[in-house]
């Protein structure tokens, strides 16, 4: 079935780095955009990051612009969230989505939501 | 940034109600506006896209409507399930903002 599930989590100093992964299956994982999408505890959902079906190109939430990068490799059906220089106000649970926009040969056709969601992994940076 | 704003922030009904969420956009968004449903612990789930489309799978009772920056979600006759926290979400440009979320509760 189609899925989406994330790994990496854990708990890391302020300063330091960490590597989620989004391990996906069930779909043509190269046809769709994907997204990093948060959730502090007790609080409501913040969208981090989107690429591209191809990778070429990647928006960032402002406040982790600079310090994450998300990235994927089409062969591995695996998408990634490099996150340097943590802070305390990046703890949260972390969510891979994948984008409903179907995308094939340069052209994207209708779409935007987020229709399947990972079960998500804890962050939590703390000293 | 374009902000999303629900209303209410939090809501108590009874199973059989009729309830509706209220979210607005800062600016116009068409109708690039989806809604999720959470339930504790859990991802979230999408109920709804492109405003009024109802997501494969979703029960009937929901529904969504509006345009530019007014949208609505309803669900006509509450079960036991649909106690949860809902969010809108705009997909017309990024960064994709979510609305802080309405909780729903049993009274």
């Known amino acids: 079935q189609v899925q989406l599930v994330e790994s990496g989590g854990g708990v890391v100093q302020p300063g330091r780095s960490l590597r989620l992964s989004c391990a996906a299956s069930g779909f043509t994982f190269s046809n769709y955009g994907l997204h990093w999408v948060r959730q502090a505890p007790g609080k409501g959902l913040e969208w981090v990051a989107i690429i591209s079906y191809d990778g070429s190109n990647k928006y960032y939430e402002d406040s982790v612009e600079g310090r994450f990068t998300i990235s994927r490799d089409n062969s591995k059906n695996t998408l990634f969230l490099q996150m340097n220089s943590l802070r305390a106000e990046d703890t949260a649970v972390y969510y891979c989505a994948k984008d409903s926009r179907y995308c094939s040969g340069g052209t994207c056709y209708s779409g935007g939501a987020f229709d399947i969601w990972g079960q998500g992994t804890m962050v939590t940076v703390s000293s | 940034d374009l902000q999303m704003t629900q209303s209410p922030s939090s809501l108590s009904a009874s199973v059989g109600d009729r309830v509706t969420i209220t979210c607005r956009a800062s600016?116009?968004?068409?109708?690039?506006l989806n809604w999720y449903q959470q339930r504790p612990g859990k991802a979230p789930k999408l109920l709804i896209y492109a405003a009024s489309s109802l997501q494969s799978g979703v029960p009937s009772r929901f529904s969504g409507s509006g345009s530019g920056t007014d949208f609505t979600l309803t669900v006509s006759s509450l079960q036991p399930e649909d106690f949860a926290t809902y969010y809108c979400?705009?997909?017309?440009?990024?960064?994709?903002?979510f609305g802080q979320g309405t909780k729903l509760e049993i009274k």
């Open positions: 600016q116009s968004i068409s109708s690039y």
């Open positions: 979400q705009q997909s017309y440009n990024t960064p994709y903002t």
